[in-house]
C-alpha cells in the first residue's frame, strides 16, 4: 500500500463493493439487484487487478460479471413481470437479518484482526506470475499443480450441465 | 508430469467408466432398449462393486493431494455397496411412469455424485475436498427435483440448493481463515502449520469447516433442511442422501479434524463436537417423536444417528475410526432396509404415513419383518447389527478416557431410549395396531426384493460375524498414522 | 437304636395327606374317612410304644444319674445358613416331647374318629370335601407332631408355620361361608403377625448363640448366652428382647392377649377340628415352646415377667368374657384361652432362684400336666359340645336348652368334663390345677389368690354352659326336624374313652415322667391350697347353679344390672372392633391405600411425566423447523457463529 | 468344531435350532408348531438337567474352579471381546430354572392365539437371551443377550396382550431399555478401566482378578450398573413398568418374564455390579439397601389394596424381588444364597401364579377380583394350585419361599451392623403383609359363594395346563423340601465376591 | 485492510438471504457471500503467501463452482417458478415442522 495511487484505487473499488453490496441486498427492484451485484463483482475484479493477479481479475469478469450476471437477468426476465417486482420485507426479518449479518462479521473481524501475522502484513511487489505458469500448473501432477482439481472440476461441471439439463426439461 | 499417478485411483476411474457406459448407452442405445437402463446399471455397478473389493495400492498421488490407502478403499467399497443397493431398489421407480424419460440422467448423477464423495473420502487437500464436496452436492439437488409432478419434490430441490450454496459459503469462509493461517490448502502441511491453540482465527476457521460440513452430514444446527428435503425427494434420492451422502462427508469430516486440526482436538473442536453431538442426537429424536409421514420420521432419525456417527469421530482414535467406519456400513444397511420397504408400498399405494402401516403384517408380513428389523437395528438392539456399531461408536468415544464423555455418552444413551420409542411406534403400527383400510398385500420387483433381502441380511449378519469389523479395525490401523500427526 | 422307628410317626401322617390329597379323589368318600382313621391308629400305637418305651425303657442311657436324658433319634441336615447355623429337621424325644405324642396322637385319632359321624349328615352319607377333611387332618397331625418332636429352635419354627397353615385350612373348611373365610384368615394373619416376632427372636437368638439346636442350648444355657452377655438394646438385653419376641411368637398361637382374637373365630371350623386343634393341641404349642425354652426363660427374668403378666391378665380376661358368650363354641373357646393362660402363667412363676430349677420348676411340671389333662377334658368338651350341634344344627345355647333328655351320654361325657376342668376331685383338672396354684402360691400370694379367683370364674362358666346346654328349660323341637339324639358310636365312643381320660388321668405321678431336668419330681398335695381351690370351685358352681338351672329371671336381672360391665364382656372388650380399627382404618385406608395412591401417581406419574416433557418438548420446538428456508439458514449461521464465538471465549478467556 | 464340545454352548443352540423350526412351520400347522415348540423345551430341560450333573461331578471330582466348563473364544478382537462361557453355582441354578419355565411356558401358551408361530418365535427368542445372559462371563455377550431377552417382550405384550397393552408394552421397553442404557455406559467403563496394564478385557473373572477398577470410577459405575440391573430387578423406584407390564403381558411371557427376566437383574447386580466393584458396592451399599429396603414393604403394601389380580402379583413381585437385591447387598454368603434361592422360588411360583391366572382368565374374562369368587368350587384344580402359589408366596415351609426367605433373612442377620439388621427387621415384616395380601385374594377368588351364574359353567384345567402347572408346583415343593441340594450347588459360588468385598467391608467369613 | 470490504459483503450477503423473499435476491446475495470469501482467499495469498499461487488457484476454482452452483440454483428456481408461478421465497414453506 506504498503508493497513493493505489490507495485511490483501492478505495475506490472498496467503496464500491461495500456500497453496492448494501445497494444488491436492500434494493427493492431485483433487476437493479443485478446490477449492482455486477458492479460489485467487478469492483472486485479491480482488487485482483490491484493484486497483480490479473488472469484471476479476468476470469472474475468473465466468469462472474459476464456470464453469472447475464445469467441472472435472464432468470429475470423469465420470472418477472416488468415492474411488478417491488418487495416488502418485515422489520422484524430484517433486524434478524441485521444482527445475524453483523454477529457474523463481527466475529469474523475479531478473528481476523487478532491473527497477528495478519496486521503487520504489506503489499510485497509479488512476482508476476505470467499466464503460461498458471496454465502449467493447472494442468501439472507434481506440488503445486492443479491436475488432479481441474479434472474433477470438469466432472463437476459436466454433472452440473447433466442436473441442469434434468431440471430445466419440461418434462 | 506423470500421468501414471491416476492408476493409484482405480476406483475413480472404475466408476467414471461405468458412467460412461451408462452415459453411453443412454445417448445411443435405441428407445426399446431403454428399459433396460436401470438393470443394466445395475449389473454394471454390481459388477464395478465386486471389482473394488479388489485392494489397491496404497499411497499418495498428486503431490499429496490424493490418498490412497486401505482405509479409502474399505470406505469406498462399503459407499460402493450401499450405492449398489440404492440402485437395486430403484429399478421398478426408474422405470416408473413420471420418471422413466429420465431415468439415464438419473443414474449418471447417481454416479457423478458419488465420484464426488471418492473424491471427498480420499482428499488430502482443501480444494480438492471442496470440488469433490460440491460434486457429491450439486447434482443431488437435481436428483430431488426429479419428481416433476410432485410439488414436494420443487420444494425439496430448493431448500436443498440453497442450504447447499450457503453451506459451502460458509465451508469457503472458514477454509479462507485456514489458509490465512498455513498458507497452503495440503492436509500434512495443515497439520504441522495449524498449532496455535489460542488462536481465534483457528478456532473460527474449525467452526465455519465443521458447520460446513456438517451440512452435510445435517448436524443439529444445521440440520433443518434434512427432514423437508428428504420428505419431498424421491424415495430413492432421500435413501442415497441419508446414508450414502452422510457416510462419505462423515469419513471426510474424520480425516479433516483429525489431520488437519488434530493438534486443536483436545482444546477446540472436541468441545465443540460435544455440544454439537448432544444437540444433534437429542433435537432429532425430538423431532422425530412426533412424525407421522415416515420418510420426514427417518430424516429426523437419521439427524440423530449422525449424532451416533459423530460420536465415532470425536474419540479421535483407532477404535473410533472403525467404529465410524462400521457404523456407517450398519448403517446403510439398516436405513436403506427401512426405506426398500417404504420404496415399494410407496411405489404401488403412495401411502407413507406411520398410520397408513396400521396392521402391515397381516397383509405383507415380509414387507413387516424387514421394517421391523431395521428399526431394531436402528434402535440399536441385538442381536441386529445396529446393536454392535452403536456399542462400538460408544466404546470409541470412551476410549478417550475423560469424565467429560461419560456423561456426552450417558446422554446419548437416554436419547437412545427415546429413539427406541419411535422406532417402535413403527414396528406397533405393523404388528399391533389394526385399521380397516390396511395396505394391500403388495408384490415387490424382483431387484427390490433382492434389495430388501440384501439388506435384512446385513442387518442380521453384520454384527453376528465380526470379521468385518475385526477387517475394518485392520484397515484403520493402518491408517493410525493419521492419528499421530495432529497428536 | 430303639427309636428308629420313630421316623413313622411323621411319615405316615404326611404320606397319608399326600395320599388323601392326591389320590383321595378318586376313592370313596367314605373309605378315605376309613383309611384315614386307620392309619391314624396305627400312629397312635406308634407314638404310645414311642412314649411308654421312653419312659418305661431299660435301654442304657436312657436315664443316668435319675435324669432322664433327650434322645435325638434323628436329626437331618435339611438346610445350611451358614456353618454353624443348620437347619436340621429330626426328632428330638424327651419327656415332654413324648408327653406331648401321646396327647395328640390320642385326640387326633379320636378326632378321626368322631369325624367319621360328624361331617356326615344324617343318613350316614359324607359330606362333600370328606377327602379334604381328612386330608388336612393328617396334614395337621404330621405338623403337630413334628412341632413337638423338633430338635431345633427352627424346625420348630417350621412346623408352627405348619399348623398355622392347616390350622387355616381346616378353619376355612367351609370355605362357602364368609365368616369361616374370614375366620381363617384372620387366624392365619394373627398368628403370622406372632410368628414374625418368633423369627426375630429366632435371628437374635441364633446370632448370639451360634445354634438353632435345643440340646446344645440347654447343655449349659449360661454358656449359650455367654456371648450376648453385656449385650443390650434399648435398656434391655438382647436375650430377654430375643426371649420376649420368641414367647410373642408362643402367645400367637396359644391366643394370649391380646393375640388371642382370632381363636373365638377359629370355632367357624369343623367342631372336631376346634377339639383337636383349638382346644387341644395347637393352642399350646406356644405353651410348649416356652417350656422348651424354659432354662433359658429362667435366665432372663424380665422375659418371664412378661409371660407371667400376660399369662395371668388373659386367664382373668377370657374367664370373664367367658362367663357371657352365648355361643357354646365361643364360651368354649374362651376358657380354652384361659386354660392356656394358666399353663403359661404357671410356667412362669417357676424359677431357679430358692431351691435351683428343680424345686422350682413345680410350676413347669405342673404347667405340663395341665396341659395334659386339659387337652383330654377341653377335647371331650368340644367333642361333646360337636355332637350337640350335629344334633340341633346350631351354636346358639338359646337353641339348645334340656338337652339332658334327650342326648343323656353326651350330657353326662360334658358334665364330667365340666368337673374335670373346675377342678373337683377326683377329676384330672384336680390335680393339675391345683400344682399350678401351689407353684403360684409359692411365687407370691397375690398370683395365688388371681389365679384361684380364675379358678373359680372357670367353674361358674363351665357349669353355665353346661346347664344352659342340658338343663334351664325344656327343648324345643322345631318343626320339621327330628328330635336330636345320641350319635352312632363312632361319636361316643371318642366321648366316653375321653371322659374316661378325664376321670383318672389325675392319678399319673405326673412329676415321674415330665420335669424340668428329668429328675422325678415328688409332688406334696398342698392340703390348705387343695382345699380353698375345691371350695372356690364349688362356690363358682353353685352360683351357675343358682342362675342357670332352672329358667328365671336372674340372669337377665344382673344383665341390665351390669349392662356395661355385660355388654363388655360380650363384646370381648372390643377388642376385635379394636383391631379392625387398627387394621382397616389405619393400615388399609392410611398405609396401603396412600401407597398405592403414591405408586399410582407420583412414581408413575414421574415416568408418564418424562415422557409426556419429552412429547411436549417435541412440541415446542416444532417451530424451528418453520418451513422457511430462511430461518433455517439464520439458524444455521447463528449456529455457527455461536460455536464460533463461545469456543473463542471459552478457550482465549 | 472345538466350540461344540462345550455344552453351554447349546443353551444358545437349542433355542436357535427351535427358532429356525418354528420359522419353517406352517403359519396354520399349529400341530407342528406345538410339536416344535415342546421339542425345543424339552430339549433344554434335558440339557438344564445334564448340565446340573455335570455340575456336581465336576464339583464332586475336587474342581473347585470359581466357574466350571469354562472356554473362550475370540469374536471382536479389537476390542478383546469374547464368547466367554462358563457357570458356576449360581448360574446352573439360574439355568434349571429358566429351563423349567420355559417348559412350562409352552405349556401354558398352549392355544395361543392368534399367530401361533410368531408368539412361539419371539418366545425362544427371549428364551436365547436368557440362556445366553446365564452362560456368558464375558460383559459384551452378556449385555447383547440380555437386551435381545428384553426386546420380544415388546411385541409379545403389544400383540398378545389384554388390557391397556399398548401403553404398557412401550411403557416395559422404554423403561427396561433405559436401565440398559446406564447400563451399557456402566459396562464400557468397566471394560476401560478393567486392567491396570492396558490389557483391556470383558472377562468377568479376569476384570475381577485384575480388580483395577479405581476407586473413583467404582462410584460412578457402580450405580449405573446397580441401577441398570435394578430396574430389570424392580427396584424402587424404577419398579412401575412391573404392574402395568403383567397386567397386560399373556399368561406365558409374565411367567417367563417375572420367572425369568427379573432373575436377570438380580444376577446382573451380583456378577456385575458387586463382584466387580466391591469397593463402590460396599461404599454405596446403604443407598441402594433402603431403596430395595422400601421395595419390600412397599410392593407387598401396594399389593394389599388391588383388585386385578395380575396387578396383586406384579406388586407382589415387587415386593420379592426386592428381597433378591436386598440380600445380595448384604454380602455375605448365606443372605446371597438366600437371594439366589429366592430367585428360583419366586421365579417358580409367580410363573405358577401367573399360569394360573391367566388360566381363570382365559376362562372368565376378568381378573377383578371383586367379580369373582368361589373359584375352588368351580375349577378345583386351578384353586388348589393357586392356594399352593399363594402358600409358596407367604412362606409356607415345605414350599421354595420359606427356605429362600429364611435363609435371607437369617443371613442378614448375620451382618455386624445395626442399620442392616434394623433393615432386616424391617424387611421381615413383610411376611406378614405377604400374608395378608394373598389371603385376601385367595378369600375372594376361590373362596365363598359364586359371584356370577355365568362361572358356574366354566371347566376346570385341561391336560396341558395341568402338565404346565404341575410341572411348576412340583419344582416350587420340591426346593422347598431339599433346599440343601440348591444351597450345596449354590453357596460356594459366592466365595469369591464374598472374598473380594472382605477387603473393604466387615464381612463374616463363614 | 483488503478484507473488510470482503467482511461487509459476507455480512450483506447474509442479510439479504436472510430478508429478501425473492429467491433470485436470495441468490443474489449468495454470490456476494461467495465472493467476498473469493476476496480472503486471494488476500491472504497475497499479503502472507505471496510465493506461491494456492489462495489464487483456490478463488479460480471456487469461481468456477459457484458460477455451476448459480446455474443449477437458476434452473431449480425456474422450475419452481413453473409450478408456483412466482418466485417468492415464502412459496416453498409447504414442508415443514
Redesign the interface.
Known amino acids: 500500500m506504498d503508493s497513493v495511487g493505489n490507495m485511490i484505487i483501492y478505495a475506490i473499488a472498496a467503496i464500491a463493493i461495500i456500497a453496492c453490496s448494501i445497494l444488491a441486498v436492500t434494493t427493492k427492484k431485483i433487476l437493479r439487484s443485478a446490477t449492482y451485484l455486477l458492479f460489485a463483482l467487478l469492483a472486485t475484479a479491480m482488487f485482483y487487478f490491484q493484486m497483480d493477479y490479473e488472469f484471476l481479475g479476468a476470469v472474475q469478469i468473465a466468469v462472474y460479471a459476464g456470464g453469472i450476471v447475464v445469467l441472472f437477468v435472464f432468470a429475470i426476465m423469465l420470472t418477472h413481470k416488468p415492474g411488478k417486482d417491488a418487495e416488502p420485507l418485515t422489520s422484524h426479518k430484517r433486524w434478524l437479518g441485521i444482527g445475524a449479518a453483523v454477529a457474523g462479521a463481527v466475529v469474523c473481524a475479531v478473528a481476523l484482526f487478532s491473527y497477528g501475522k495478519f496486521c503487520c502484513a504489506k503489499l510485497l511487489p509479488g512476482a508476476n506470475f505470467d499466464i503460461k505458469e498458471i496454465g502449467t500448473a493447472l494442468l501439472d501432477t507434481d506440488k503445486f499443480g492443479y491436475l488432479l482439481p481441474f479434472e474433477a472440476i470438469s466432472i463437476l461441471l459436466l454433472a452440473c450441465i447433466i442436473g441442469g439439463v434434468v431440471i430445466a426439461r419440461r418434462r | 508430469m506423470d500421468y501414471s499417478q491416476f492408476l493409484i485411483m482405480p476406483q475413480e476411474i472404475g466408476l467414471l467408466v461405468v458412467f460412461l457406459l451408462v452415459f453411453i448407452y443412454d445417448t445411443f442405445m435405441p428407445d426399446r432398449c431403454q428399459k433396460a437402463l436401470p438393470t443394466f446399471t445395475t449389473a454394471l455397478f454390481g459388477l464395478y462393486t465386486v471389482f473394488s473389493f479388489f485392494p489397491v495400492h496404497s499411497g499418495m498421488a498428486f503431490a499429496g493431494m490424493f490418498e490412497s490407502s486401505d482405509a479409502t478403499w474399505a470406505m469406498k467399497a462399503i459407499l460402493n455397496v450401499g450405492m449398489l443397493l440404492v440402485l437395486l431398489q430403484s429399478i421398478k421407480w426408474a422405470n416408473s411412469e413420471f420418471v422413466a424419460v429420465r431415468r439415464g440422467e438419473f443414474y449418471e448423477l447417481l454416479l457423478l455424485t458419488l465420484f464426488g464423495m471418492f473424491l471427498m473420502v480420499s482428499a488430502r487437500n482443501m480444494l480438492l475436498f471442496y470440488i469433490g464436496l460440491e460434486t457429491a452436492s450439486l447434482p443431488l439437488a437435481a436428483l430431488a427435483a426429479f419428481e416433476k409432478h410432485h410439488y414436494e419434490s420443487h420444494e425439496a430441490a430448493a431448500k436443498y440448493m440453497f442450504t447447499a450454496i450457503f453451506s459451502s459459503a460458509i465451508l469457503l469462509l472458514g477454509m479462507s481463515f485456514v489458509y490465512g493461517l498455513a498458507g497452503s490448502f495440503d492436509y500434512m502441511t495443515l497439520a504441522s502449520a495449524l498449532s496455535d491453540k489460542h488462536s481465534a482465527l483457528l478456532i473460527a476457521a474449525v467452526a465455519f469447516v465443521i458447520a460446513g460440513v456438517g451440512f452435510k452430514l445435517s448436524l443439529v444446527p444445521f440440520h433443518l433442511w434434512t427432514a423437508d428435503v428428504y420428505q419431498g425427494a424421491p424415495t430413492a434420492v432421500t435413501s442415497y442422501l441419508s446414508v450414502i451422502s452422510k457416510g462419505s462427508a462423515a469419513f471426510a469430516f474424520l480425516v479433516i479434524l483429525v489431520q488437519v486440526f488434530g493438534t486443536v482436538y483436545a482444546e477446540v473442536w472436541k468441545w465443540m463436537l460435544y455440544a454439537i453431538i448432544i444437540l444433534t442426537i437429542t433435537i432429532g429424536n425430538l423431532f422425530a417423536v412426533r412424525q407421522r409421514n415416515l420418510k420426514r420420521f427417518l430424516a429426523f432419525s437419521s439427524i440423530s444417528q449422525a449424532g451416533y456417527i459423530m460420536l465415532g469421530i470425536v474419540g479421535a482414535n483407532v477404535l473410533g475410526m472403525t467404529s465410524m467406519m462400521y457404523y456407517i456400513l450398519v448403517y446403510i444397511f439398516s436405513n436403506l432396509g427401512a426405506f426398500a420397504v417404504i420404496a415399494v408400498i410407496e411405489r404401488q399405494t403412495d401411502k407413507v404415513t406411520i398410520d397408513d402401516y396400521n396392521g402391515l403384517f397381516k397383509t405383507n408380513p415380509w414387507l413387516a419383518f424387514t421394517m421391523m428389523i431395521a428399526m431394531f437395528s436402528l434402535a440399536g438392539i441385538p442381536p441386529f447389527a445396529g446393536f454392535f456399531s452403536k456399542f462400538f461408536v460408544f466404546a470409541g468415544a470412551l476410549k478417550t478416557g475423560d469424565t467429560a464423555i461419560y456423561i456426552l455418552v450417558l446422554i446419548a444413551l437416554i436419547n437412545t431410549i427415546i429413539s427406541l420409542y419411535y422406532y417402535l411406534l413403527v414396528v406397533k403400527a405393523m404388528f399391533i395396531r389394526q385399521d380397516e383400510c390396511t395396505i394391500p398385500t403388495l408384490k415387490s420387483h424382483w431387484s427390490e426384493k433382492t434389495g430388501m433381502i440384501l439388506c435384512a441380511l446385513g442387518i442380521i449378519f453384520i454384527g453376528l460375524v465380526s470379521c468385518i469389523y475385526t477387517f475394518l479395525n485392520g484397515v484403520s490401523e493402518n491408517s493410525s498414522a493419521l492419528f499421530n500427526i495432529g497428536m | 437304636m430303639a427309636f428308629d422307628f420313630s421316623i413313622l410317626v411323621l411319615a405316615i401322617p404326611l404320606f397319608m395327606f399326600l395320599f388323601l390329597g392326591l389320590v383321595g379323589v378318586k376313592m370313596g368318600k367314605k373309605i378315605t374317612g376309613v383309611v384315614g382313621t386307620i392309619a391314624m391308629g396305627v400312629t397312635l400305637f406308634i407314638c404310645y410304644s414311642i412314649a411308654l418305651t421312653y419312659f418305661f425303657g431299660t435301654d442304657q442311657g436312657q436315664v443316668v444319674n435319675g435324669v432322664r436324658q433327650s434322645i435325638l433319634a434323628y436329626d437331618w441336615?435339611?438346610?445350611?445358613?451358614?456353618?454353624?447355623?443348620v437347619?436340621k429337621l429330626g426328632i428330638l424325644l424327651d419327656p415332654i416331647s413324648a408327653m406331648m405324642l401321646i396327647v395328640i396322637s390320642t385326640i387326633s385319632f379320636l378326632v378321626h374318629l368322631f369325624s367319621l359321624g360328624y361331617m356326615s349328615d344324617e343318613y350316614g352319607k359324607p359330606e362333600k370335601g370328606f377327602q379334604r377333611y381328612y386330608s388336612f387332618l393328617a396334614l395337621f397331625t404330621f405338623s403337630m407332631l413334628g412341632l413337638v418332636v423338633a430338635t431345633n429352635i427352627?424346625q420348630m419354627f417350621?412346623?408352627f408355620?405348619?399348623v398355622g397353615?392347616s390350622s387355616?385350612l381346616l378353619i376355612?373348611f367351609y370355605?362357602?361361608s364368609?365368616a369361616?373365610?374370614?375366620a381363617?384368615?384372620k387366624a392365619?394373619?394373627v398368628t403370622?403377625?406372632a410368628?414374625?416376632f418368633f423369627?426375630?427372636g429366632?435371628?437374635?437368638l441364633?446370632?448370639y448363640t451360634d445354634t438353632f439346636d435345643f440340646n446344645a442350648l440347654m447343655a449349659s444355657p449360661e454358656s449359650a448366652l455367654s456371648s450376648a452377655h453385656g449385650q443390650t438394646f434399648m435398656g434391655c438385653s438382647v436375650m430377654a428382647w430375643a426371649l420376649t419376641f420368641i414367647f410373642i411368637g408362643g402367645a400367637g398361637k396359644s391366643a394370649m392377649y391380646p393375640l388371642h382374637i382370632w381363636l373365638p373365630d377359629a370355632m367357624e371350623g369343623p367342631t372336631p377340628v376346634s377339639a383337636l386343634i383349638h382346644a387341644a393341641t395347637m393352642v399350646v404349642a406356644g405353651v410348649f415352646l416356652v417350656a422348651r425354652l424354659f432354662p433359658l426363660y429362667v435366665l432372663e427374668q424380665g422375659a418371664m415377667n412378661i409371660v407371667l403378666v400376660v399369662g395371668a391378665f388373659t386367664a382373668l380376661y377370657a374367664a370373664a368374657i367367658a362367663c357371657v358368650q352365648s355361643d357354646i363354641k365361643r364360651a368354649l373357646a374362651f376358657s380354652t384361652i384361659s386354660q392356656i393362660a394358666y399353663m403359661m402363667t404357671a410356667l412362669a412363676v417357676s424359677s431357679n432362684v430358692g431351691e435351683g430349677i428343680h424345686e422350682g420348676g413345680l410350676g413347669y411340671m405342673a404347667s405340663m400336666f395341665h396341659l395334659f389333662t386339659h387337652a383330654m377334658f377341653k377335647a371331650l368338651l368340644f367333642l361333646c359340645a360337636g355332637a350337640i350341634i350335629h344334633a340341633v344344627h346350631s351354636n346358639e345355647n338359646s337353641h339348645m336348652h334340656g338337652l339332658h333328655k334327650y342326648m343323656p351320654i353326651t350330657s353326662i361325657a360334658f358334665l364330667i368334663g365340666c368337673l374335670a376342668i373346675a377342678g373337683i376331685p377326683p377329676f384330672a383338672g384336680f390335680f393339675s390345677k391345683d400344682e399350678i396354684l401351689v407353684a403360684c402360691y409359692e411365687k407370691s400370694p397375690l398370683w395365688g389368690v388371681w389365679m384361684a379367683i380364675v379358678a373359680g370364674m372357670t367353674a361358674f362358666y363351665m357349669f353355665r354352659i353346661y346347664y344352659l346346654i342340658f338343663h334351664w328349660k325344656k327343648h324345643e323341637v322345631k318343626e320339621g326336624h327330628h328330635a336330636p339324639h345320641d350319635m352312632q358310636w363312632t361319636m361316643t365312643l371318642p366321648l366316653i374313652i375321653l371322659a374316661v381320660i378325664s376321670c383318672v388321668a389325675g392319678l399319673i405321678p405326673f412329676g415321674n415322667f415330665v420335669t424340668v431336668d428329668g429328675k422325678a419330681l415328688e409332688t406334696h398335695t398342698n392340703w390348705p391350697v387343695a382345699i380353698s381351690s375345691v371350695c372356690i370351685a364349688l362356690v363358682g358352681i353353685g352360683l351357675a347353679t343358682k342362675m342357670y338351672y332352672k329358667e328365671n329371671k336372674l340372669p337377665a336381672q344382673l344383665k341390665s344390672k351390669f349392662n356395661g360391665l355385660w355388654t363388655a364382656a360380650y363384646n370381648r372388650f372390643y377388642m376385635d372392633e379394636l383391631y379392625q380399627f387398627i387394621t382397616h382404618k389405619i393400615i388399609?385406608q392410611k398405609?396401603?391405600?396412600p401407597?398405592?395412591w403414591f405408586?399410582r401417581h407420583i412414581?408413575?406419574g414421574?415416568?408418564n411425566l418424562l415422557?409426556d416433557m419429552?412429547?411436549s418438548?417435541?412440541?415446542a420446538?416444532?417451530k424451528?423447523?418453520?418451513?422457511?428456508?430462511?430461518?433455517?439458514?439464520?439458524?444455521?449461521?447463528?449456529?455457527?457463529?455461536l460455536?464460533?464465538?463461545?469456543?473463542?471465549v471459552?478457550?482465549?478467556i | 468344531m472345538e466350540i461344540f464340545s462345550n455344552i453351554l454352548i447349546y443353551f444358545v443352540i437349542v433355542p436357535l435350532l427351535t427358532l429356525a423350526g418354528l420359522a419353517l412351520c406352517r403359519n396354520k400347522g399349529i400341530g407342528a408348531i406345538r410339536t416344535v415348540a415342546v421339542t425345543g423345551a424339552s430339549a433344554l430341560m434335558i440339557l438344564a438337567i445334564t448340565l446340573v450333573v455335570m455340575f456336581l461331578q465336576e464339583r464332586g471330582a475336587g474342581n473347585d474352579a470359581e466357574m466350571i466348563l469354562t472356554a473362550s473364544w475370540t469374536w471382536y478382537a479389537p476390542l478383546n471381546i469374547k464368547l466367554a462361557l462358563g457357570v458356576d453355582g449360581v448360574s446352573v441354578v439360574m439355568i434349571l430354572l429358566s429351563a423349567f419355565i420355559v417348559f412350562a411356558g409352552v405349556f401354558a401358551s398352549w392355544k395361543m392365539d392368534p399367530l401361533p408361530k410368531q408368539f412361539f418365535l419371539w418366545f425362544f427368542l427371549l428364551s436365547t437371551g436368557v440362556f445366553g445372559f446365564f452362560i456368558s462371563i464375558d460383559l459384551f455377550t452378556m449385555f447383547m443377550f440380555y437386551e435381545v431377552a428384553l426386546i420380544p417382550m415388546y411385541l409379545l405384550i403389544g400383540v398378545w396382550g389384554s388390557g391397556n397393552k399398548n401403553y404398557s408394552a412401550m411403557k416395559l421397553t422404554l423403561m427396561l431399555m433405559g436401565g440398559s442404557a446406564f447400563l451399557m455406559l456402566g459396562i464400557l467403563g468397566i471394560y476401560f478401566h478393567s486392567s491396570a496394564d492396558g490389557n483391556l478385557t470383558m472377562n468377568v473373572l479376569e476384570i475381577a482378578h485384575n480388580n483395577a477398577i479405581p476407586e473413583n470410577w467404582q462410584l460412578f459405575l457402580f450405580p449405573m450398573t446397580f441401577v441398570g440391573f435394578g430396574v430389570l430387578g424392580a427396584m424402587f423406584p424404577f419398579h412401575t413398568w412391573s404392574p402395568d407390564g403383567h397386567a397386560s403381558a399373556p399368561t406365558a411371557v409374565s411367567m417367563l418374564h417375572a420367572g425369568v427376566l427379573m432373575k436377570l437383574g438380580g444376577y446382573g447386580c451380583f456378577r456385575i455390579a458387586i463382584y466387580l466393584m466391591p469397593f463402590a458396592a460396599s461404599e454405596l451399599s446403604w443407598i441402594f439397601l433402603t431403596l430395595t429396603g422400601i421395595s419390600i414393604v412397599y410392593g407387598a403394601f401396594s399389593a394389599c389394596v388391588q383388585t386385578d389380580l395380575k396387578y396383586i402379583n406384579a406388586y407382589s413381585s415387587v415386593s420379592h424381588c426386592g428381597m433378591v437385591l436386598f440380600a445380595i447387598l448384604m454380602f455375605n454368603q448365606t443372605a446371597m444364597t438366600g437371594a439366589v434361592l429366592q430367585m428360583l422360588s419366586h421365579g417358580l411360583m409367580t410363573a405358577l401364579f401367573f399360569a394360573l391366572i391367566g388360566m381363570i382368565y382365559g376362562r372368565t374374562h376378568t381378573r377383578d377380583i371383586r367379580d369373582m369368587g368361589g373359584m375352588m368350587q368351580i375349577m378345583p384344580f386351578l384353586g388348589v394350585g393357586y392356594v399352593i402359589a399363594g402358600l409358596a408366596s407367604l412362606g409356607l415351609p415345605g414350599l421354595s419361599g420359606f427356605v429362600a426367605e429364611m435363609t435371607i433373612f437369617i443371613g442378614s442377620y448375620e451382618n455386624a451392623d445395626v442399620f442392616r439388621r434394623v433393615l432386616t427387621i424391617l424387611g421381615t415384616s413383610s411376611i406378614v403383609i405377604t400374608a395378608v395380601y394373598i389371603l385376601r385374594v385367595v378369600g375372594k377368588l376361590l373362596f365363598g359363594a359364586v359371584q356370577n351364574e355365568h362361572h358356574k359353567q366354566l371347566t376346570d384345567a385341561n391336560w396341558f395346563e395341568r402338565l404346565s402347572t404341575t410341572t411348576l408346583m412340583l419344582s416350587v415343593a420340591i426346593i422347598g423340601c431339599f433346599p440343601n441340594f440348591f444351597v450345596d450347588i449354590i453357596r460356594d459360588s459366592f466365595l469369591p465376591v464374598v472374598k473380594a468385598l472382605g477387603e473393604f467391608f466387615p464381612v463374616v467369613i463363614q | 485492510m483488503y478484507l473488510i470490504p470482503s467482511l461487509i459483503m459476507f455480512g450483506c450477503g447474509v442479510y439479504g438471504f436472510i430478508t429478501r423473499k425473492n429467491m433470485i435476491a436470495i441468490l443474489i446475495s449468495l454470490e456476494l457471500m461467495l465472493n467476498s470469501v473469493d476476496i480472503n482467499f486471494v488476500v491472504f495469498n497475497r499479503f502472507l503467501y505471496p510465493e506461491q499461487l494456492d489462495g489464487m488457484f483456490f478463488a479460480l476454482f471456487a469461481i468456477a463452482i459457484a458460477a455451476a452452483e448459480t446455474a443449477v440454483a437458476i434452473a431449480i428456481i425456474i422450475n419452481v417458478y413453473r409450478v408456483a408461478k412466482k418466485v417468492d421465497i415464502s412459496e416453498i414453506t409447504k414442508l415443514k415442522f
Not at chain 3, 441336615?77 to 447355623?85: G, R, V
Not at chain 3, 460455536?643 to 473463542?648: E, I, K, S
Open positions: 441336615n435339611w438346610l445350611t445358613f451358614t456353618d454353624k447355623l437347619v427352627f417350621i412346623f408355620e405348619m397353615v387355616y376355612g370355605y362357602t364368609p369361616a373365610i374370614h381363617s384368615k392365619f394373619i403370622r403377625l410368628d414374625l423369627l426375630v429366632i435371628m437374635i441364633s446370632y388399609f398405609v396401603c391405600k401407597i398405592a405408586d412414581i408413575d414421574t415416568m415422557a419429552t412429547t418438548a417435541s412440541f420446538i416444532r424451528l423447523q418453520s418451513g422457511s428456508i430462511q430461518s433455517y439458514v439464520l439458524v444455521y449461521f447463528l449456529g455457527a457463529i460455536l464460533a464465538a463461545v469456543t473463542m471459552i478457550v482465549l
